[in-house]
């Protein structure tokens, strides 16, 4: 009757958002994983939430066409961007932070991990700005 068709739209409907969001988490950590080449063992290590802001800052380098050679290190890597001293500074304080996270195994809160998102965006504008003059 109607009742057991409410529940079965109820219950499919309920499968199809729990899927989607499974969903969306896995493809969050395939992408950290694959832009900052992690392995599965360092993966283990730290908490993808806490390194996505990096994997968005590389994203961000990778669409103007700066790619990093597997064989230098992120530091050494953003000091021989063509970028302004300003956007230099934000790319330098990311990847600090990024170290302390990954190497340093320093903990972020929910908000540091916000701060440093809305950087990254900060950082997207500059360069984009750049580019338009």
């Not at 968005?56 to 597997?70: D, E, T, V």
């Amino acid at each position: 009757g109607v009742g057991g068709q409410l529940w079965f739209t109820l219950v499919l409907s309920a499968f199809g958002l729990t899927s989607i969001a499974v969903g969306i988490f896995f493809f969050r950590k395939w992408r950290v994983r694959r832009v900052l080449q992690l392995s599965r063992t360092h993966e283990h290590q730290i908490q993808t939430a806490h390194v996505e802001f990096y994997a968005s800052l590389i994203h961000i380098l990778n669409q103007f066409g700066w790619i990093r050679p597997r064989c230098m290190p992120p530091l050494e890597w953003s000091r021989s961007l063509p970028v302004s001293t300003h956007a230099l500074q934000s790319i330098e304080a990311l990847t600090h932070a990024y170290y302390a996270v990954r190497f340093g195994e320093e903990p972020l809160s929910a908000a540091r991990r916000s701060e440093l998102t809305k950087q990254v965006e900060a950082l997207e504008q500059l360069l984009k700005g750049g580019r338009d003059e």
